[in-house]
């Protein structure tokens, strides 16, 4: 099977290379990781950025909203990913309520994440109102990539996960916030569910790299859900989102062959047994 013909040209991902492939207008493509063998296969293939998402909590834990993980849990994830991976850059999400109030709690959550996973940069939502501890977290030399746009840590302020930033008021907010990021020393910025006008612009007056989710194809680079591109997870269908594979037929198809067997007395057969 081809990977990805980039694996050549970059042996291994750094911030640094990311803003070379926007330089050389070569598109960055991200997925989510929380797992080992996942992880594996994502490196495998030549992905460029594994983010150990906040999504765990939907994905791995079954929680409504990301609000629920945990540092700990976070650090459990990004090491088990960490442990996979060679030549993908692994970005871990500050959990919600980790970074937000106090900049000296931030930076001891950006450091426990670096520490104890490995892994290489974290990722926080917002702009201006967390500048304090995006500057603490990047005077510890920690990468940060920055969030915008539809940030789902504050749900609850938003109370719904429709497109954002659609008016003039909340469009330029996010150019402005967009550039303090850049400004600050953000290697790049995550765009989640905004106009795709409106991260196209943002991508043009940036030199760092955009990664769009639901931001139209006038971003640097894409990101997805792993879970909801594989189709394991049925229940999400955003306009934005794509399905590789449909994964959750195929997995109960293996489940139902399984149990089928076991109860026929069909495996374990003569060969499969000591
Ligand atoms: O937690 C996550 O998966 C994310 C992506 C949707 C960008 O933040």
Same mark, same amino acid.
Do not use: W
């Given at each position: @099977?081809?990977?990805?013909? @980039?694996?050549?040209?970059?042996?291994?991902? +750094?911030?640094?290379?990311?803003? =070379?492939?926007? /330089?050389?207008? =070569?598109?960055?493509?991200m997925l989510t990781g929380y797992d080992y063998s996942f992880a594996k296969l994502l490196d495998e293939s030549g992905i460029d950025v594994i983010l150990v998402g906040d999504s765990a909590s939907n994905v791995m834990a079954g929680?409504? +909203? +990301?609000?629920?993980? !945990?540092?700990?849990?976070?650090?459990?994830?990004?090491?088990? *990913? @960490?442990?996979?991976?060679?030549?993908?850059?692994?970005?871990?999400?500050? &959990?919600?309520?980790?970074?937000?109030?106090? /900049?000296? =709690?931030?930076?001891?959550?950006?450091?426990?994440?670096?520490?104890?996973?490995?892994?290489?940069?974290?990722?926080?939502?917002?702009?201006?109102?967390?500048?304090?501890?995006?500057?603490? %977290?990047?005077?510890?030399?920690?990468?940060?990539?920055?969030?915008?746009g539809l940030t789902p840590q504050s749900i609850n302020k938003f109370g719904t996960y429709v497109v954002r930033a659609k008016d003039v008021k909340e469009a330029e907010k996010l150019k402005e916030d967009a550039v303090f990021l850049?400004?600050?020393?953000?290697?790049?910025?995550?765009?989640?569910? %905004? &106009?795709?006008?409106?991260?196209?612009? *943002? +991508?043009?007056?940036?030199?760092? &790299? !955009?990664?769009?989710?639901?931001?139209?194809?006038?971003?640097?680079?894409?990101?997805?859900?792993?879970?909801? @591109?594989?189709?394991?997870?049925?229940?999400?269908?955003?306009?934005?989102?794509?399905?590789?594979?449909?994964?959750?037929?195929?997995? %109960?198809?293996?489940?139902? /062959?399984?149990?089928?067997?076991?109860?026929?007395?069909?495996?374990?057969?003569?060969?499969?047994?000591?």
């Amino acid at each position: @099977m081809e990977i990805n013909h @980039m694996s050549k040209k970059y042996p291994k991902i +750094t911030t640094h290379v990311l803003q =070379e492939m926007k /330089s050389n207008g =070569e598109k960055i493509a991200m997925l989510t990781g929380y797992d080992y063998s996942f992880a594996k296969l994502l490196d495998e293939s030549g992905i460029d950025v594994i983010l150990v998402g906040d999504s765990a909590s939907n994905v791995m834990a079954g929680h409504v +909203t +990301t609000l629920p993980i !945990t540092l700990d849990q976070m650090i459990y994830h990004a090491s088990s *990913v @960490m442990r996979a991976v060679k030549r993908a850059l692994v970005v871990v999400d500050l &959990p919600f309520g980790s970074y937000q109030g106090n /900049s000296k =709690e931030a930076l001891q959550s950006a450091v426990r994440i670096m520490k104890e996973s490995g892994a290489n940069a974290v990722k926080m939502e917002g702009g201006k109102e967390i500048a304090e501890s995006i500057d603490r %977290i990047l005077s510890a030399g920690i990468p940060v990539l920055g969030h915008l746009g539809l940030t789902p840590q504050s749900i609850n302020k938003f109370g719904t996960y429709v497109v954002r930033a659609k008016d003039v008021k909340e469009a330029e907010k996010l150019k402005e916030d967009a550039v303090f990021l850049e400004n600050a020393g953000c290697f790049g910025v995550v765009l989640e569910k %905004i &106009p795709a006008k409106l991260a196209s612009e *943002v +991508t043009d007056s940036l030199k760092i &790299p !955009t990664i769009g989710i639901g931001a139209g194809s006038g971003v640097d680079g894409q990101v997805l859900v792993l879970h909801d @591109m594989l189709g394991i997870n049925q229940d999400f269908s955003p306009r934005f989102l794509r399905r590789y594979n449909n994964l959750h037929d195929e997995i %109960i198809k293996s489940f139902l /062959s399984y149990i089928h067997d076991v109860k026929a007395r069909d495996f374990p057969n003569e060969k499969e047994q000591y």
